[in-house]
């Protein structure tokens, strides 16, 4: 089968034929819908070295792929309850199983990834960038009736800032609060659909792209062009008291320095982008009791949730759609930042 293969620190994927797999015990063999392009796979292969991969358990050869739906194709020993050809979503992340975050679902925060052989679906371990993919049983998520190939998102792009939004929600409670979303790509734009379902938030949206901008204000967001008068801005909005949650889907020290001078006395900034920006933190800059917190993927009962507000029709993911030919196009848009809707490869596409 064909699939698109980060073989090697530093390199570009590759679009490779490599055999088809088999689900070993407790595994699924998926026959695979649709399969996201993640500016977290961009960094995997551009920006790690070998130590970060090996503390990371990725290094390569490993097929991408970490946002991911499909149909069941085959179910490995000890498998039940599954049948061919129903749709599910890939939930990403592959901890120990056992330790206390595991079982409770949070296998993005499982406490022995030292000693765990990957870190997900397609970072470390075969992902669903490919025409099949095995994933354990406990990590698929039922789609109905629902489209499998729009859902793909859902694993990664809708997941992530659904987990940074629920655990914000304190501070998105009760009339009048204002949310602040910072980068309005693939994550950023799904955040504004999340924020608008299951939270009375005024919005407020920014991005370098005025065309992101102008999405985001489709879906209901107030957008500001994130320039120099970007907080004076968002503090007008605001009446000058401050967001009360900010979410930045960038991460560079000048988005995190921006989301906490927008944000108000006891707010919540939540750094989701992997940039690796260094945020400043002080007495007499920041508001007061201000929490500045960092968030990594979400857990698996959070997916059941997103596949839900999916299947309800409160989350709808843009997407573009690739054949296995022109994943790597995909690719290479994410990185020269031209895409303007989440890059979906579907290698069964016109079946
Ligand atoms: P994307 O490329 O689709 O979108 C990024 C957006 O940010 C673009 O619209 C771009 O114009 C905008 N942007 C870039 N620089 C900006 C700036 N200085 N000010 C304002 N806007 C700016 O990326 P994505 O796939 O949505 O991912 C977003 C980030 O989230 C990436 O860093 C990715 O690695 C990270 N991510 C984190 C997690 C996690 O678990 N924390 C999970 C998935 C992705
Ligand atoms: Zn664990």
Redesign the pocket.
């Known amino acids: 089968m064909k699939a698109v293969v980060f073989k090697k620190i530093k390199t570009f994927p590759s679009l490779e034929e490599v055999e088809k797999p088999t689900p070993g015990p407790g595994e699924v063999l998926l026959k695979v819908a649709g399969a996201g392009?993640?500016?977290?796979d961009?960094?995997v292969f551009q920006e790690y070295d070998e130590a970060l991969a090996k503390h990371e358990h990725t290094e390569p050869s490993f097929i991408l792929g970490h946002e991911t739906s499909g149909w069941v194709e085959e179910v490995g020993q000890g498998v039940t309850g599954f049948k061919k050809g129903d749709a599910y979503l890939i939930y990403g992340p592959t901890g120990c199983g056992h330790c206390a975050r595991c079982v409770a679902g949070e296998e993005?925060y499982c406490e022995n990834t030292a000693t765990n052989e990957s870190l997900a679906m397609g970072l470390g371990r075969d992902g669903g960038m490919a025409e099949y993919v095995v994933a354990p049983a406990r990590n698929l998520v039922p789609l109905g009736d629902a489209d499998p190939i729009n859902a793909a998102p859902l694993a990664?792009?809708a997941l992530?800032p659904y987990?940074?939004i629920k655990a914000a929600l304190p501070h998105l409670q009760g009339g009048g609060k204002y949310a602040l979303v910072?980068?309005?790509?693939?994550?950023?734009?799904i955040a504004i659909q999340i924020l608008s379902a299951i939270t009375g938030a005024t919005i407020i949206a920014?991005?370098?792209?005025p065309e992101?901008i102008a999405k985001a204000e489709e879906k209901g967001a107030i957008g500001v062009k994130?320039d120099e008068h970007e907080v004076e801005n968002i503090l007008k909005i605001t009446g000058g008291r401050g967001v009360d949650a900010a979410f930045d889907?960038?991460?560079?020290a000048?988005?995190i320095a921006?989301a906490q001078a927008a944000a108000a006395i006891g707010s919540r900034v939540t750094?989701?982008?992997?940039?690796g920006g260094k945020a400043s933190y002080d007495w007499f800059t920041n508001s007061w009791e201000q929490e500045l917190t960092?968030?990594?993927?979400?857990s698996l009962p959070e997916l059941h949730e997103v596949a839900a507000l999916y299947e309800k029709g409160l989350i709808t993911p843009e997407i573009e759609t690739y054949s296995m030919d022109n994943a790597l196009d995909a690719y290479h848009k994410?990185v020269d930042?031209k895409?303007s809707k989440?890059a979906v490869v579907v290698p069964h596409m016109g079946e």
């Open positions: 392009c993640c500016h977290s961009v960094s993005n990664d792009a992530t987990h940074a910072i980068g309005l790509g693939g994550l950023g734009q920014t991005d370098m792209k992101a994130s889907f960038v991460g560079i000048p988005t921006a750094i989701v982008g992997i940039a960092s968030v990594y993927w979400g994410l930042g895409l989440r």
